[in-house]
């Protein structure tokens, strides 16, 4: 997240001051220089979001880590739901990321607690933009950038350090005598800080793509790493090159999202690591001076220590894969061991010393459920719980990741139990109704859903996950419901176009409301204009409608992007059979059905033929 111009009456988290008055010291390998201890903050992997336990007036709450973000943010539906006073942002101030700009305020917090100490009148700026995961907002640089921040994703920890009597040429990267380090020089890129008018610097440096120099934001807030279009091309990588594949859509802020592709790079180099014939993901994004988001797939696999003294950040390979596509590529670092070229794909994560208590296990579990690593995270839990038995996190926890590892049995024991401990908690209640409907337990299913939502607030953006899963039962009107709920709290998020389609296609198979529906429609295609699955949602209101030439445009669109959609050939041989072209229908429906022989039925059940 960026927001430029900054306006200088605009106030956010003053750290002018120890946060836990912590006096711990390591001295890295150089003399008379100290790095003082400013806070520990324990990081919990969730998915690939880093989150960080604080309070919000005294309220828990956690929010996700983004060293790529200017300025820490709270979400719209959190400003509302915890009643904070909000007003408008300066002249001028505007809040982008790589797929747009959001509409923002300038929220304020009583109390902000974070690492135990309280930060009174704190401001901050509220967006309509969810990070997920039970994340009510992003910290930034504002708050990390003050401090030289080590990242240590992988134990699931954040230091924060104030360097003393450290030169522009120490070494700080105190672990460097067990492990090999790589460094490189940050670009002194700064933004003004709004309460003391001191400056802060972006965490971006130099990185090699295929031989090709190219600037990279780290940014703890992305969940995988990913290079611009512009970039890509630079490097000799398109969309229509041989290997290249659609990789979903990408989105960041506003309601843009954007088609994402993965193509594979003979080279990635960064300092003296190099990583041979890896994939890596582009997109038609924008990232402010920047050609690549280095995201958090890089930090799990790396430590990491920015100097923003120093202007400095320093590496460390601690195993595994480096960029999250399922690949093990040849990972070489300059005059390093034999030990640390092992392939990225390797199991052998150097993440001494072990945890000693519950919350070190489950955290370092979570980072490794965030690299892929089911079975070493199922182990780190199972000695979170055996240490901290009623500690219903952990048992959630554990029972996402059984369900990861298709261990349904397990997960459904473990999410009873967290139930049990801590009962109505909806995302629990959500994740277990996931578990009953895939099992063809509807009724079970519903119960939970149903409870999850009176355990929730309007604006909880848990609203969604119950929306799709009523719709994969099929139960149309719960699922408009759901949708609404969660589209009226969530007008200016990344995932509307996701969720106007979702209300859609519920309206359009029922032949309910197709007004609304094409409205809803309208609007999702103008956020995501080549996805097919809303142009073939379109398609289906307009057969509903009669209006037979838009639905068969609308398919004729739906099947360019993707050839397999079998909702399309079907209404599309449906919308030609009524115009009476018999023949052209009937081979579009015989095609359909050889895709997917269950749509005749489902087709009848709608009333459609």
Same mark, same amino acid.
């Given at each position: +997240? %960026?927001?430029? /111009? &900054? %306006?200088?009456?605009?106030?956010?988290?003053?750290?002018?001051?120890?946060?836990?008055?912590?006096?711990?010291?390591?001295?890295?390998? *150089?003399?008379?220089?100290?790095?003082?201890?400013?806070?520990?903050?324990?990081?919990?992997?969730?998915?690939?979001?880093?989150?960080?336990?604080?309070?919000?007036?005294?309220?828990?709450?956690?929010?996700?880590?983004?060293?790529?973000?200017?300025?820490?943010?709270?979400? !719209?539906?959190?400003?509302?739901?915890?009643?904070?006073?909000?007003?408008?942002?300066?002249?001028?101030?505007?809040?982008?990321?790589?797929?747009?700009?959001?509409?923002?305020?300038? #929220?304020?917090?009583?109390?902000?607690?974070?690492?135990?100490? /309280?930060?009174?009148?704190?401001?901050?700026?509220?967006?309509?933009?969810?990070?997920?995961?039970?994340?009510?907002?992003?910290?930034?640089?504002?708050?990390?950038?003050?401090?030289?921040?080590?990242?240590?994703?992988?134990?699931?920890?954040?230091?924060? *350090?104030?360097? !003393? #009597?450290?030169?522009?040429?120490?070494?700080?990267?105190?672990?460097?005598?067990?492990?090999?380090? =790589?460094?490189?020089?940050?670009?002194?890129?700064?933004?003004?800080?709004?309460?003391?008018?001191?400056?802060? #610097?972006?965490?971006?440096?130099?990185?090699?793509?295929?031989?090709?120099?190219?600037?990279?934001?780290?940014?703890?807030?992305?969940? =995988?790493?990913?290079?611009?279009?512009?970039?890509?091309?630079?490097?000799?990588?398109?969309?229509?090159?041989?290997?290249?594949?659609?990789?979903?859509?990408?989105?960041?802020?506003?309601?843009?999202?954007?088609? =994402?592709?993965?193509?594979?790079?003979?080279?990635?180099?960064?300092?003296?690591?190099?990583?041979?014939?890896?994939?890596?993901?582009?997109?038609?994004?924008?990232?402010?001076?920047?050609?690549?988001?280095?995201?958090?797939?890089?930090?799990?696999?790396?430590?990491?220590?920015?100097?923003?003294?120093? %202007?400095?950040? @320093?590496?460390?390979?601690?195993?595994?894969?480096?960029?999250?596509?399922?690949?093990?590529?040849?990972?070489?670092?300059?005059?390093?061991?034999?030990?640390?070229?092992?392939?990225?794909?390797?199991?052998?994560?150097?993440?001494?010393?072990?945890?000693?208590?519950?919350?070190?296990?489950?955290?370092?579990?979570?980072?490794?459920?965030?690299?892929?690593?089911?079975?070493?995270?199922?182990?780190?839990?199972?000695?979170?719980?055996?240490?901290? /038995?009623?500690?219903?996190?952990?048992?959630?926890?554990?029972?996402?990741? @059984?369900?990861?590892?298709?261990?349904?049995?397990?997960?459904?024991?473990?999410?009873?139990?967290?139930?049990?401990?801590?009962?109505?908690?909806?995302?629990?209640?959500?994740?277990?109704?996931?578990? @009953?409907?895939?099992?063809?337990?509807?009724?079970?299913?519903?119960?939970?859903?149903?409870?999850?939502?009176?355990?929730?607030? !309007?604006?909880?953006?848990?609203?969604?996950?119950?929306?799709?899963?009523?719709?994969?039962?099929? +139960?149309?009107?719960?699922?408009? %419901?759901? @949708? =609404?709920?969660?589209?009226?709290?969530?007008?200016?998020?990344?995932?509307?176009?996701?969720?106007?389609?979702?209300?859609?296609?519920?309206?359009?198979?029922?032949?309910?409301?197709?007004? !609304?529906?094409?409205?809803?429609?309208?609007?999702?295609?103008?956020?995501?204009?080549?996805?097919?699955? +809303?142009?073939?949602?379109?398609? &289906?209101?307009?057969?509903?409608?009669?209006?037979?030439?838009?639905?068969?445009?609308?398919?004729?669109?739906?099947?360019?992007?993707?050839?397999?959609?079998?909702?399309?050939?079907?209404?599309?041989?449906?919308?030609?059979?009524?115009?009476?072209?018999?023949?052209?229908?009937?081979?579009?429906?015989?095609?359909?059905?050889?895709?997917?022989?269950?749509?005749?039925?489902?087709?009848?059940?709608?009333?459609?033929?």
């Amino acid at each position: +997240m %960026h927001n430029r /111009p &900054l %306006h200088k009456t605009l106030r956010c988290f003053g750290f002018g001051f120890v946060l836990a008055g912590l006096a711990a010291t390591v001295a890295p390998a *150089w003399a008379n220089c100290e790095l003082g201890s400013v806070a520990a903050l324990p990081v919990t992997m969730r998915g690939v979001r880093p989150l960080v336990s604080a309070k919000i007036n005294g309220q828990d709450v956690e929010f996700s880590l983004s060293s790529g973000s200017d300025y820490s943010m709270i979400t !719209k539906a959190t400003a509302e739901k915890l009643n904070l006073p909000r007003d408008m942002l300066p002249l001028g101030f505007f809040v982008s990321g790589s797929t747009g700009a959001a509409e923002a305020e300038l #929220g304020r917090v009583s109390v902000l607690t974070l690492a135990g100490a /309280p930060l009174r009148d704190m401001q901050v700026i509220v967006a309509d933009s969810e990070p997920g995961q039970g994340s009510v907002g992003a910290l930034g640089q504002d708050i990390l950038g003050v401090f030289d921040v080590e990242y240590d994703l992988a134990r699931g920890m954040v230091h924060l *350090w104030r360097p !003393k #009597g450290c030169s522009g040429s120490a070494n700080l990267a105190y672990w460097s005598n067990t492990m090999p380090v =790589s460094a490189i020089d940050l670009d002194v890129d700064y933004f003004n800080r709004r309460f003391e008018r001191t400056r802060i #610097g972006r965490t971006k440096g130099p990185i090699y793509v295929n031989g090709v120099r190219l600037t990279a934001s780290f940014n703890t807030g992305a969940g =995988s790493s990913i290079m611009t279009r512009e970039a890509a091309a630079r490097v000799g990588l398109t969309p229509n090159d041989p290997g290249v594949v659609k990789a979903g859509y990408w989105r960041s802020l506003g309601k843009r999202e954007v088609q =994402s592709w993965i193509g594979t790079i003979k080279s990635f180099k960064i300092g003296d690591e190099e990583i041979k014939n890896t994939k890596i993901r582009f997109a038609d994004i924008e990232l402010n001076d920047a050609d690549m988001v280095v995201g958090v797939d890089f930090f799990l696999a790396h430590r990491i220590f920015v100097s923003n003294q120093q %202007h400095k950040l @320093y590496l460390s390979y601690n195993g595994g894969p480096v960029f999250d596509l399922s690949q093990t590529p040849k990972l070489i670092v300059q005059g390093a061991p034999p030990s640390a070229t092992a392939g990225a794909g390797s199991a052998s994560d150097p993440l001494e010393p072990e945890p000693t208590d519950a919350e070190g296990f489950a955290r370092r579990g979570g980072a490794y459920a965030a690299r892929n690593n089911l079975t070493a995270a199922l182990a780190d839990l199972d000695k979170a719980i055996e240490l901290a /038995p009623t500690v219903a996190e952990y048992h959630y926890s554990r029972g996402l990741y @059984y369900r990861r590892d298709r261990a349904p049995v397990l997960a459904l024991s473990d999410f009873d139990e967290a139930l049990k401990l801590k009962p109505n908690d909806p995302f629990v209640l959500v994740a277990r109704a996931a578990l @009953y409907m895939a099992n063809n337990d509807t009724a079970l299913a519903v119960q939970d859903l149903e409870a999850a939502d009176k355990a929730s607030a !309007k604006q909880d953006d848990v609203h969604l996950q119950i929306a799709n899963l009523y719709a994969i039962a099929n +139960m149309s009107a719960a699922a408009i %419901h759901q @949708y =609404s709920v969660w589209i009226d709290a969530h007008d200016d998020d990344g995932r509307l176009a996701q969720a106007l389609n979702g209300r859609c296609w519920q309206r359009a198979l029922s032949g309910v409301d197709l007004d !609304k529906a094409l409205n809803d429609c309208n609007r999702a295609i103008r956020n995501a204009p080549k996805n097919a699955s +809303m142009l073939d949602t379109r398609g &289906l209101v307009h057969l509903r409608l009669g209006e037979l030439d838009k639905a068969i445009a609308d398919y004729d669109s739906a099947l360019a992007l993707n050839p397999k959609l079998g909702w399309s050939l079907y209404g599309r041989g449906l919308a030609k059979q009524r115009k009476g072209l018999t023949a052209e229908g009937a081979a579009d429906i015989a095609a359909a059905v050889a895709l997917n022989p269950k749509l005749p039925d489902e087709v009848t059940k709608r009333g459609l033929t």
